[in-house]
């Protein structure tokens, strides 16, 4: 892990040491396709968080790895396409499907031609509570590196 990263993950866990951590209850679905940013965290506890995201027609995710963090995608609206170990598994997924990534698997998703809204949880938490990015571009000038 990255320094940048390793300060990130410590930052993170002084904050959620710090807050009261409130459950969280709604319509997931119906949050989801509302959901216009690329990125907007709804929950983060200590183990795990829930993010929104939006994926425009032929937008993807840029392909990552997270090492100590599994990660779960549901595709509410739309198509995705999945790409995992650096191309060596490739499939679609459309409304109602979902993905397991574990730990330490390079994975990208782009949206089909119709774009995309899904919904992520990490566990554990892999961005800072509250965090919102309207766009792609907006997000990759706050991401690690």
């Known amino acids: 892990m990255s320094m940048r990263r390793e300060r990130l993950h ?3 866990d002084r904050a959620l040491d710090a807050a009261e951590i409130k459950p969280f209850h709604g319509n997931i679905e119906k949050l989801t396709s509302a ?3 690329f ?3 709804i929950f983060t506890g200590k183990r795990e968080q829930l993010v929104l995201m939006s ?3 032929g937008e993807n995710i840029g392909n990552e790895v997270h090492p100590d963090t599994d990660q779960f995608f549901r595709i509410e609206q739309g198509t995705a ?3 995992l170990g650096n191309g060596s598994e490739v499939f679609s997924v459309s409304d109602g499907g979902g993905v397991v990534v574990p730990a330490g698997t390079w994975h990208d998703v782009q949206a089909g031609k119709d774009g995309a809204k899904l919904y992520t949880i990490y566990a554990p938490p892999n961005h800072p509570a509250g965090t919102v990015e309207r766009t792609k571009a907006e997000a990759e000038k706050k991401e690690p590196q």
């Open 39 to 41: 990125r907007r965290v």
């Open 10 to 12: 410590a930052a993170l």
């Open 55 to 57: 994926l425009k027609p």
């Open 35 to 37: 959901n216009n940013d």
């Open 81 to 83: 396409e999945f790409t």
